[in-house]
């Protein structure tokens, strides 16, 4: 296991929901879980004006987020955790003078011998990313002549290929790109690692995977959820720029890169930036048309309970044309995966919440046992990562009785079978990542500007094309009926239910 230094975590945009909800819960399973550091103290930074022990009280002591761990806790271990925790005030505005901003972090330096290694999380807006990084950077507190300095930044890694072209070369003016981890939770989830063990480990998947064998790919990540309250900011941003350019086009790259040379944390990355640059880019409006589809859930009723409509929600333009569903089919140009479509759709308000992966396997080429249906029968793998995470292997078997009817059986893996082994969630494992300086799991500015570069087309397209439509699906449905005609042949998306073991079903709208 690898040591962890002695540091300080500064948080800007403290007093913020995620710091509360997601940042101090990931920190104190850390404490628990004694993957701390013996010196270890947390500088909360934001606009609010509250003292040391109002921030403690909020964050930690009245918690909601940590009210049920918590209570199991003698009070003595929890005041411990606490009293590491402090806050700063920076006045009416992020782009200011840090001088006591600068002094405070000194201070708790000297007195908790943090050894001056500081993590700079910026829980804030994008835009507030290079005013931050200057202002550290004023006060030399990027500098690493003494103690080694990062910064991690939260996803949207800009709007476009040119935003986020912009914000690398704002953040790289004041912080060297080894200094600089881009966070996205979706690859702190044990399952989605588990893909690269998964091919990598096993002989009996690696030698496969390629077009020789898989006949094409699918990935589904379903909300049942609509927009909730975030319906300004998600109407400016949509699904194909909110969850498939980031979290899905990772998921994308660790399916097709090719073997790293080692579990080196650059050789990854190397590899999955290479992955996502052979994703054939699709620029003519016929290819956009027929491989890309834009939904729109609409008003409906789920369990006898009224659902609004997108269009509806709060915050949403009556007349907007935003996709609250996004399907992509593309190929990937390079030898392994020549001519093998992949299929991937992400969508809120769906009948089931998961994220999954579906690799299909093609049909042998000698049929020795001819059944109908027999695509229905061909073997799959599938990789649940969220809920009910684990692996389920769809194979043929001989129905008892005579002659040989063919009928698919499962092979399946939960990780909650894992009884001693405490997963960690997906912030607790990037945070303890980075504090150990292990970028394996964050993106690297040119695999962040190589999704955007595949999006971006697309973006353009639906915006400004004259053929784009936005087809209605009803809150509830697996999207738009048009979508299953996207996968080639007598094919259809996987339809999964809650657990990894449901097949396909059809949904009823009341």
Request: hydrophobic share 35%; charged share 25%; aromatic share 12%.
């Amino acid at each position: 296991m690898n040591k962890t230094a002695n540091q300080m975590l500064i948080i800007f945009g403290a007093s913020g929901d995620l710091t509360a909800r997601k940042l101090i819960p990931a920190i104190y399973n850390l404490y628990k879980g004694k993957h701390l550091p013996e010196n270890f103290v947390v500088l909360g930074a934001s606009r609010s004006s509250i003292t040391d022990g109002e921030f403690r009280k909020k964050v930690v002591h009245e918690s909601e987020f940590l009210k049920s761990s918590l209570g199991k806790e003698d009070q003595d271990f929890v005041s411990t955790f606490a009293d590491k925790l402090f806050y700063e005030d920076l006045g009416d505005d992020y782009d200011t003078d840090y001088d006591r901003l600068s002094k405070r972090i000194g201070d708790l330096n000297n007195k908790y011998h943090t050894e001056n290694n500081y993590i700079f999380y910026l829980s804030t807006p994008p835009s507030l990313y290079e005013a931050i990084a200057k202002n550290l950077s004023d006060k030399g507190l990027n500098s690493e002549a003494n103690g080694w300095k990062r910064i991690l930044i939260e996803k949207p890694f800009g709007y476009s290929l040119q935003t986020a072209q912009d914000l690398n070369k704002g953040l790289q003016k004041y912080f060297k790109e080894k200094q600089i981890y881009r966070i996205d939770h979706y690859l702190g989830k044990e399952t989605v690692q588990n893909l690269l063990v998964t091919r990598f480990a096993n002989s009996i998947f690696e030698p496969l995977w390629n077009r020789n064998y898989i006949h094409h790919v699918e990935i589904t990540n379903a909300e049942t959820v609509g927009v909730e309250k975030r319906g300004g900011y998600y109407d400016k941003s949509g699904a194909l720029r909110d969850m498939f350019q980031s979290h899905l086009l990772q998921i994308v790259s660790l399916i097709v890169m090719e073997p790293p040379i080692n579990s080196n944390a650059e050789e990854i990355r190397n590899e999955k930036v290479k992955a996502l640059k052979s994703l054939r880019i699709m620029t003519d409006e016929k290819t956009l048309f027929d491989h890309t589809i834009k939904g729109q859930y609409v008003a409906s009723e789920i369990d006898g309970e009224k659902v609004k409509g997108y269009r509806e929600e709060e915050g949403v333009d009556a007349n907007s044309k935003t996709e609250t569903f996004a399907a992509v089919k593309f190929f990937v140009d390079n030898w392994r995966w020549s001519d093998v479509p992949f299929y991937v759709r992400t969508a809120k308000r769906m009948p089931t919440k998961v994220t999954e992966v579906v690799i299909h396997f093609k049909t042998p080429h000698h049929q020795v046992f001819k059944e109908k249906d027999i695509a229905n029968k061909d073997n799959k793998l599938i990789i649940r990562i969220q809920p009910d995470e684990g692996i389920l292997i769809k194979f043929g078997v001989k129905v008892p009785g005579q002659g040989f009817k063919v009928e698919r059986a499962n092979l399946d893996f939960y990780y909650s079978s894992l009884v001693d082994t405490n997963i960690m969630q997906a912030y607790e494992r990037l945070l303890l990542d980075a504090m150990q300086g292990d970028a394996t799991l964050y993106a690297r500015a040119d695999e962040v500007e190589a999704a955007w570069a595949f999006v971006d087309p697309i973006l353009n397209y639906w915006e400004n094309g004259e053929d784009v439509k936005t087809y209605g699906y009803s809150a509830g449905a697996w999207g738009p009926k048009n979508s299953d005609g996207l996968i080639e042949g007598e094919y259809t998306w996987r339809n999964p239910g809650p657990h990894l073991v449901d097949d396909s079903g059809f949904c009823v709208i009341c």
